[in-house]
């Protein structure tokens, strides 16, 4: 369980979570809107962890629902939405859609209990930055990672007001190998943020640039086979935590790539966020803030740090201490980031961070952020 003042937001503090699933139908598509969800809703409820969940309608307009579920940790949720069998089960919802937004919310507070809950609440109300981050990922084809590069790194920034409440603050794009991560920062609604960038021209060139290259196949024109793309791509943030205070004004940002052994990326993310809040409470550590990022067996910290990148290399800011480093090296894949042997101890993790290290494609800011 985490409890660090400078975190802002995690999926490991053993909290009970709630999801609001808000959706706006297609005229009509009411009663073939309930119909696919009574045939998922079995499904759903065998999914560990899962502790109930309602589907409402709107007394004021019957095209507006919300889909609440109520989950014992946020871990045993996010495995599910981020797998593929949680694709293809709501996959029959998806014709009767015409906007969906879902929301996830930590439960601090509740009342007329009368009966034992599993799973704790939210020990205290977090303060954040006002930043809600993102990431996507995917593979090009081996071969492919300089092109793929120059596209990427080219491409014209698109316009970073979204409306009166929304901005976009950051986006920065790395590589490891043919992996492309990157990831977004958003003030105000990420999803409205989100549309926005997907409509932008220089944005879909870019995209339409890059498909050949995919691993993936897509069609952006398709929206069903764009979705699943997107859907798929996507990286949930499990863990931010920030020392606060004055920015330095010498902070660089590294990205590592951390490949998790088959089923051990939760765990992996896990011994990841421990040590980002060791970090931040340790004065004399250079990292500023860190971000843990998770899909399955995916995994990628986003830090920003301090020091001079010769003389503090990307390796040294990995785990601190023998027995966290050799847990570090069993819950790793490194065959993946091309270390091969058995991988047990300290020294192990060593070689594996030094293979972590992300390059650097584009990093932009808009301005006064």
């Not at 109930?52 to 889909?67: A, K, L, T």
């Not at 014209?156 to 409440?165: F, Y």
């Not at 847990?327 to 993790?349: I, N, Q, S």
Request: hydrophobic share 40%; proline share 7%; charged share 25%.
């Amino acid at each position: 369980m985490t409890t660090s003042p400078y975190t802002s937001q995690s999926a490991f503090d053993g909290s009970r979570m709630r999801v609001l699933l808000l959706v706006d139908l297609h005229e009509g598509a009411q009663q073939q809107f309930l119909d696919a969800y009574e045939q998922m809703r079995d499904r759903v409820a065998s999914i560990p962890g899962h502790l109930g969940d309602q589907v409402c309608q709107s007394v004021e307009n019957p095209s507006q629902w919300v889909i609440t579920s109520e989950w014992e940790t946020a871990p045993p949720y996010l495995a599910w939405v981020n797998s593929d069998d949680h694709l293809e089960t709501v996959r029959p919802l998806q014709s009767c859609v015409k906007e969906l937004r879902s929301m996830r919310f930590g439960i601090v507070r509740e009342t007329g209990v009368d009966r034992p809950r599993s799973g704790a609440l939210q020990s205290a109300p977090r303060e954040g930055d006002g930043v809600i981050r993102h990431a996507l990922t995917f593979t090009v084809k081996p071969g492919s990672e300089s092109k793929v590069a120059e596209i990427l790194a080219g491409y014209a920034p698109p316009e970073s007001r979204v409306d009166a409440t929304t901005r976009l603050r950051r986006t920065t794009l790395f590589m490891h190998g043919n992996r492309v991560v990157r990831t977004v920062e958003v003030e105000g609604d990420l999803t409205a943020a989100l549309r926005h960038v997907s409509r932008q021209p220089e944005v879909r060139a870019v995209e339409e640039a890059i498909n050949p290259y995919l691993e993936q196949d897509r069609d952006l024109t398709d929206p069903e086979s764009a979705r699943t793309f997107f859907i798929r791509a996507a990286m949930p943030p499990v863990h931010h935590v920030a020392r606060g205070g004055p920015e330095p004004g010498d902070l660089r940002r590294e990205a590592l790539y951390y490949p998790a052994k088959p089923g051990c990326g939760m765990a992996l993310a896990r011994l990841l966020a421990r040590q980002d809040e060791a970090a931040a409470a340790d004065p004399a550590s250079p990292v500023h803030r860190s971000t843990v990022f998770q899909r399955e067996d995916i995994v990628v910290r986003l830090i920003d740090v301090q020091g001079d990148p010769e003389t503090d290399p990307v390796m040294a800011l990995g785990i601190q201490g023998p027995r966290k480093a050799a847990v570090l090296a069993r819950l790793m894949d490194g065959e993946a980031l091309g270390v091969t042997g058995p991988l047990t101890g300290a020294r192990d993790a060593n070689r594996l961070l030094a293979h972590a290290g992300m390059a650097l494609i584009t990093d932009r800011r808009a301005a006064q952020s």
